[in-house]
């Protein structure tokens, strides 16, 4: 027997148990379309399925790829593992949203047995065809009432194209979408979000050929009403923007956090109007919207993957604004992707035996933040490794061994495979030495996590012959890439890894576009290595338990960042009941959460205050920073504990020239959110 292939067995195995037989076989079966077959018009969705027989026992992960008309195949599902019925895998369901270009697509999938290394794939060609038969543009509804698709004819090859829509009434400005190649003979499809409810608008195409711009013949289109069954958040205006505020659209992602309600993503005015949603087709709608794209957005996402014991916020997916996935992976097959690269953090929690032996160490969830702005169109994520280390680590006295959450960042290449990784346990770079992050350095606070507990993140490792409490470590929330190594660099340097963590650091790993040594560079905060230059006399200048840090101006500007302050508030020492934030002892009048903004000197390694503006509140996690292209500043306050409920403010502030502060020219409340944010349209999100 191959004791390789058994160990592979043993760290995937959903189903089953054994070792594969050296010639095991995998065999696809079917590759269908059991309701609309070939050829279907843009618009259409086409659900696929897939059925594979294997020698072995399994179990059988499916993958599907689509390519098209004259391009390569791009994974659109990453492999995640099949049901088994009778003597056949089936695949999961594949939904594709024909949103594209019209013309011959070709749908691969591909059934594999990660046990044995067996594959197989079954590729079949699939026409889409445009809904365009003249001059004149066709717009059709979606399955969201408020986003149409709108599809031009063909325009000249070296042209850029665009859409413009407007309320047929009243004064509402038009909103254009972003530019795209023409690409003759196929019809260019937008889909056009941003949409009032029940409201008539005008739609017409924006050709641009060598800077002379053509608009094509306009149609009409009316919005749906908001669905009754769907929750919708009230939001409520504090202080109202100003006249021609250049950023006019709030894109908010609520959160139910002790709430009990899991409303709908959405996207208002600055009145609160709702002009998009979204709600998923899960039970519950269980989406953590981590970033805004130009076409919709990436989430954190509840759904079945390799672990068949829980579903939660084990899918991440890049969704657009009509709600169909542009393309899914799950944490499945970043952990067999990761042991493949010689992780040994990232066994799957479900093959660890209870109690957990000292060292077990498993890859649980997406969490927190998933961003998409690396070059070559790569991504990183946040998941979690929970560990279990000796008895009495991080002081620990229960007698028995700790289970410690960390984190690990995940860079994904275009098909969302795994390609690097900065595990917060590895000895050479997270764990050890100068700058590094000792596991004997614990939670700034003492946090620690129960089962159940809606404050922290889902547990696997927890139960008898453990200490009861996990103890969290890290707490990570945000990741940013910074395009220059400081502002004076060439723009071609490579970028490193900006990361923040409730340790009250803001941390810089060397990724240097894949080429890093995952080291850590410098920790900015409380005791870290950047010298605070304290202009304004701050008595607690430094931020604390921050999030969504990042650096404006594509990384040539200011670093901005939610100063939560649950340090500033309850200083460790005080009992806080493993809770952070509950006490009060900060300086009066300075325990409420913060705007910040910081400008970085690397060389000098200090950074002098912006921004450090109470927002007259106190928001004990999550959060939002960011800087608008007028030079005001947006921040989310997001949970924030009122008579009643939990509540989110959204702050916009205008500085004040020559100090630390600003006036608000926008305040407005609503559910607590993860996070939010500020821009023109949905066309043109934050790049941080």
Known sequence: MDARKCFWWLTIAAVGMGCAPADATVKLVSLTTPILNSPQPVGAIVDWAAQATDTNPGPIAFQFNVAPPGGALTTVKQFNVGTLSGSKWKSQAFAWALTGMDGTYQVQVVAKDFTSGESASKTVSFVVTSPVTGANPVVQQTQNPLVALFTAPPCPAGSTISVSFQPQSGSAPATTTNWANCAPPAATTFEIAGMYPTTAYNLYAQVSTGGNIVNGPAVSFTTGPLPADVPFPTLHVIVPAGAGDPNGVLLHGPFNVRQGISYADVATDLSGNIIWYYYSNEPTHTTMLTRPLPSGFVAVQYGPAWNPGVSQDQV?????????????????????????????????????????????????????????????????????????FPAGTQGDTTGLPVDIIGDMIVVLDQNWNAVWYWDAFDPLHGGNGYRQLPVSRTAVLDE?????????????????????????????????????????????????????????????????????????????GPSGDFFFVNTYNDPWPWFSHQH?????????????????????????????????????????????????????????????????????????????????????????????????????????????????????????????????????????????
């Open 448 to 524: 620690t996590c129960a089962e159940g507990n809606p404050l922290c993140l889902y547990l696997f490792l927890l139960g008898p012959g453990v200490a009861p409490n996990a103890h969290d470590w890290l707490h990570s929330n945000s990741l940013y890439y910074w395009p220059h190594d400081g502002a004076a660099a060439p723009s071609t340097a490579p970028g490193d890894i900006i990361w923040s963590s409730r340790q009250d650091w803001v941390t810089k790993i060397d990724y240097q576009d894949g080429a890093g040594t995952g080291d850590i560079v410098w920790r900015m």
């Open 316 to 388: 991440l997916r890049q969704i657009d604004w009509a709600g169909n996935i542009v393309r899914e992976t799950n944490i499945g097959i970043v952990q067999q992707q990761l042991l493949a690269m010689g992780n040994p953090d990232a066994q799957p929690c479900n093959t660890i035996p209870s109690p957990p032996p000292v060292g077990a160490a498993c890859v649980g969830i997406f969490h927190h933040d998933a961003i998409e702005t690396l070059p070559n169109g790569y991504s990183a994520a946040l998941v979690d490794v929970e560990k279990i």
């Open 548 to 688: 969504d840090a990042g650096i404006e101006d594509g990384g040539t500007g200011v670093f901005d960042v939610m100063d939560n302050g649950n340090t500033r508030r309850s200083p460790p020492g005080e009992s806080t009941g493993g809770v952070a934030g509950l006490g009060n002892n900060c300086v009066p009048n300075d325990c409420h959460t913060r705007g910040m903004a910081l400008t970085i000197d690397e060389g000098a390694m200090q950074v002098e205050p912006v921004l450090s503006r109470d927002l007259g509140v106190f928001s004990s996690a999550m959060g939002s920073a960011q800087l608008l292209a007028d030079g005001n500043y947006f921040f989310l306050a997001a949970i924030v504990d009122g008579a009643a409920s939990y509540h989110g403010y959204d702050v916009e502030l205008q500085p004040t020239p020559g100090t630390d502060t600003g006036i608000p020219v926008l305040t407005i409340s609503g559910p607590s959110a993860y996070r939010s944010w500020q821009m023109p349209n949905l066309y043109n999100p934050p790049a941080t």
